[in-house]
């Protein structure tokens, strides 16, 4: 079974920076993605970025480019999130991810078809 565990989340200031980490466990393949989506109040769910560990592709949301950066210990089974520049409009309940997909894939699939597993979530809150 899949087990995904995020850490990380907490409140900060328009312009300051998060880490989000994410351990994860349970893989029975070695070519998979691990990501993050995010769910702000009453929007849907969207993908912010995707990282593979066949060949450490990776893949940003428009809204993200530039901002945030997506990496991977694979030894750790862990997947970072580090949030630079934090906008009030990031506010949102961050879910880890995994995919049986290549983390470009998350921008072109649904939902429902690229995730496999989902973490429990952890709250990021940006204040103005």
Excluded: H
Aim: charged content about 15%; proline content about 2%; hydrophobic content about 30%.
């Amino acid at each position: 079974e899949v087990q995904l565990v995020e850490s990380g989340g907490g409140l900060v200031q328009a312009g300051g920076s998060l880490r989000l980490s994410c351990a994860a466990s349970g893989f029975t393949s070695d070519d998979y993605s691990l990501g993050w989506f995010r769910q702000a109040p009453g929007k849907e769910r969207e993908g912010v970025s995707s990282i593979s560990t066949y060949d450490s592709g990776t893949y940003y949301a428009d809204s993200v480019k530039g901002r945030f950066t997506i990496s991977s210990d694979n030894a750790k089974n862990t997947v970072y999130l580090q949030m630079n520049s934090l906008k009030p409009e990031d506010t949102a309940i961050y879910y880890c991810v995994q995919s049986r997909f290549r983390a470009q894939a998350m921008g072109v699939m649904t939902t429902e078809l690229y995730v496999s597993s989902w973490g429990q979530g952890t709250q990021v809150t940006v204040s103005s």
